[in-house]
């Protein structure tokens, strides 16, 4: 049976032991950071006043199927995080909490998912009632950090990011989150940030794709230009990097290489409904651009 739970109802379930045998628990104009493989946000609505959860979400093992425990749901949910499934990525770390209440990573991944999802404020409380569990978590200090940084609660996020890095928080993540809080404080410091953060991780695509998200959310779209072909020559044949590669390059106004970006995506996920949409627009900017040269000549006669 098909259940819809609010946001508020859905988190506070997936903090819950799992029971004996049981279970609970713009980019420009539009061409926005990519929150989805193959589907379109709806319009108008909470994107977490209609989750849905069939049996197949719930865990149920069919005969000669693969176990469905702890392991597989944390795994599938850095999976869909990597593919900015966002919405699932939460779905998914809410089973991973079912199964282990104590599964730190799983209580920062949401936190995380909230935040790219736009949901600062939500992130901070759910952020709030992991540190009950874990209070000196350093990514988990962190991410609450740029929860308040992107919400405009600036001396609140420095107070934070300072104390994940007291907590030895030397992780990709912590100082990507600094270099975050510090762009929300328009402070030039946060290019170290980044730099130390691609140093820690030097083969790693998701450390440069996460800056580049960073970056873009700041409206700084030459330097995420630059972090996505990093991502790239890291990992060549993820869609999603070559994607938002190419919503960064049409931002720019540049349609050639995105459309050279958009082609790849496809190519690389025939099914990425986000991919045909972009070409589209791209056809749709092309044409105007053609449409507006035209009517400058006839103004010269």
């Known amino acids: 049976m098909t259940r819809k739970l609010g946001v508020y109802s859905f988190l506070l379930r997936s903090g819950r032991p799992r029971a004996s045998g049981g279970a609970e628990r713009s980019w420009f104009d539009g061409a926005v950071l990519h929150t989805g493989g193959n589907h379109t946000p709806p319009q108008n609505m909470s994107r977490f006043g209609n989750l849905e959860f069939d049996g197949e979400q719930h865990g149920e093992t069919h005969a000669?199927?693969?176990?469905?425990?702890?392991?597989?749901?944390l795994a599938g949910a850095r999976t869909a995080f990597e593919s900015a499934e966002f919405e699932k990525s939460l779905r998914w770390f809410a089973k991973v909490l079912e199964f282990?209440?104590?599964?730190?990573?799983?209580?920062?991944?949401?936190?995380?998912?909230?935040?790219?999802?736009?949901?600062?404020?939500?992130?901070?409380?759910?952020?709030?009632?992991?540190?009950?569990?874990?209070?000196?978590?350093?990514?988990?200090?962190?991410?609450?950090?740029?929860?308040?940084?992107?919400?405009?609660?600036?001396?609140?996020?420095?107070?934070?990011?300072?104390?994940?890095?007291?907590?030895?928080?030397?992780t990709p993540y912590v100082w990507l989150a600094r270099g975050d809080v510090l762009l929300a404080r328009e402070e030039a410091r946060a290019d170290y940030c980044f730099e130390k953060a691609l140093l820690l991780a030097p083969a790693d695509w998701t450390v440069p794709w996460l800056a580049a998200r960073i970056r873009h959310y700041y409206k700084q779209i030459t330097a995420a230009i630059k972090l996505l072909q990093l991502a790239l020559e890291r990992n060549t044949t993820h869609f999603l990097l070559w994607l938002e590669l190419g919503n960064c390059q049409l931002a720019l106004g540049l349609a050639g290489p995105a459309e050279r970006s958009f082609r790849e995506a496809r190519q690389l996920n025939p099914d990425c409904s986000a991919a045909r949409l972009a070409l589209a627009r791209v056809a749709d900017t092309g044409l105007w651009s053609r449409c507006r040269g035209w009517f400058r000549q006839i103004l010269r006669r």
């Open 100 to 170: 282990n209440p104590q599964n730190v990573a799983a209580w920062t991944g949401q936190v995380r998912a909230l935040i790219e999802l736009g949901e600062f404020r939500e992130a901070a409380l759910w952020a709030d009632k992991a540190l009950e569990r874990f209070p000196r978590e350093p990514e988990l200090l962190a991410a609450k950090a740029v929860a308040h940084g992107r919400s405009g609660n600036l001396e609140e996020a420095i107070a934070l990011s300072d104390a994940s890095i007291e907590e030895r928080g030397d």
């Open 64 to 73: 000669g199927a693969p176990a469905r425990d702890e392991a597989h749901f």
